[in-house]
C-alpha cells in the first residue's frame, strides 16, 4: 500500500501542479507495432546539434518500446488535439483509427499536430523508476501556428496574452 506522502513531497507536487508545461505525445515502432503516450516533460536540450529531452516511468506500458526502439517521435500539440492528448494518456486504443502514419525510420507520425520531429535516440539514463532520453532530431515537419495545448493545475489548458508596455 503506498505510503501518505511527505511535507516536501506534497509541496513538490503542488508546486508542480502549477508549473505550466505544453503537451506532447511521444510515439515509437517495436517490431512492427505502434507505441505512444502523452509527455508533459519534454524539453530542448541543444540546437546545434538539434536535441530534446524527455522523462518518463519505466514502468510505463510504452517504456520496452523507448528501451528498445532506436528513432523516436515527438508531436507538439495544438488546442484542437486535446481528444488525442486523452487518448494517449488514459486508453490502450492509442493507434485504432486513421490518425496516424508510419513516417521516417517507421516511427509513428500523428496526423494535425502542431508539428513533429523525429530523431535517433542517444543516451536513456535511468535512475530508480525513472528516465530520461536523450535524442537527436533527423526530421520534422511544423504544422499550423495554432494555440498551443498546456496542462496546469490538473486540466488542459491555453496561453493567454498579457499586455505588456515597453
Do not use: C
Request: no cysteine; glycine share 8%; aromatic share 10%.
Amino acid at each position: 500500500m503506498p505510503s501518505e506522502p511527505s511535507g516536501f513531497e506534497q509541496t513538490f507536487r503542488e508546486m508542480f501542479r502549477r508549473h505550466a508545461a505544453g503537451v506532447a505525445i511521444i510515439t515509437a515502432n517495436l517490431n512492427g507495432s505502434p507505441f505512444g503516450f502523452t509527455a508533459t516533460s519534454v524539453a530542448s536540450l541543444s540546437a546545434e546539434p538539434p536535441r530534446f529531452t524527455f522523462n518518463m516511468a519505466r514502468s510505463s506500458s510504452s517504456w520496452p518500446a523507448v528501451a528498445n526502439a532506436e528513432y523516436i517521435g515527438v508531436h507538439m500539440l495544438g488546442l484542437e488535439n486535446q481528444a488525442l492528448a486523452n487518448r494517449f494518456a488514459r486508453t490502450r486504443d492509442r493507434f485504432d483509427g486513421d490518425h496516424w502514419e508510419p513516417g521516417p525510420h517507421d516511427v509513428p507520425i500523428l496526423k494535425d499536430v502542431s508539428g513533429w520531429l523525429v530523431g535517433r535516440i542517444q543516451m536513456r539514463l535511468s535512475f530508480e523508476n525513472n528516465a530520461v532520453v536523450v535524442v537527436e532530431v533527423v526530421d520534422g515537419q511544423v504544422g499550423d501556428n495554432g494555440t498551443p495545448l498546456l496542462y496546469h493545475s490538473g486540466s488542459y489548458s491555453k496561453p493567454t496574452p498579457i499586455d505588456y508596455e515597453i
